[in-house]
């Protein structure tokens, strides 16, 4: 059974740093992509996608953190991280790594349909002024 952990998430003011890892068990993480998300607490809002990073290790990140987050993969670990600076406010969050379900996806890029993907239970980031 497929198992992503995300770990890293805690207090942070505003401008500093974290470093989002997301460990992956029970699933072969080299050959695919994954992507992070994050969504607000308490908010009626979808996830939002933060960005994402293809088996050769080419990255998208949104339009809005461009320069300020970076995504990077550890095959031999089986790890993905997702590294955050000049944080704001508005960057307080449960931040989730997902990955493929299906082969399909692997090959041609992930998928944005949430029963697509597996899913991490989440890391909170909280950035405080």
């Known amino acids: 059974q497929a198992r992503l952990e995300e770990s890293g998430g805690g207090p942070v003011q505003v401008g500093g740093s974290l470093k989002l890892s997301c460990k992956f068990s029970g699933y072969t993480f080299r050959g695919c992509g994954m992507a992070w998300y994050r969504q607000v607490p308490g908010l009626e809002k979808p996830r939002e996608l933060v960005g994402s990073i293809s088996a050769d290790g080419t990255q998208t990140i949104h339009d809005s953190l461009e320069g300020r987050f970076t995504i990077s993969r550890d095959d031999d670990n089986n790890m993905a991280y997702l590294s955050m600076q000049s944080l704001k406010t508005d960057d307080t969050a449960m931040y989730f790594c997902?990955?493929?379900?299906?082969?399909?996806?692997?090959?041609?890029?992930?998928?944005?349909?949430?029963?697509?993907?597996?899913w991490g239970q989440g890391t909170l980031v909280f950035v405080s002024s």
């Open positions: 997902a990955a493929p379900k299906f082969t399909l996806y692997c090959s041609v890029g992930m998928s944005g349909a949430t029963a697509d993907n597996y």
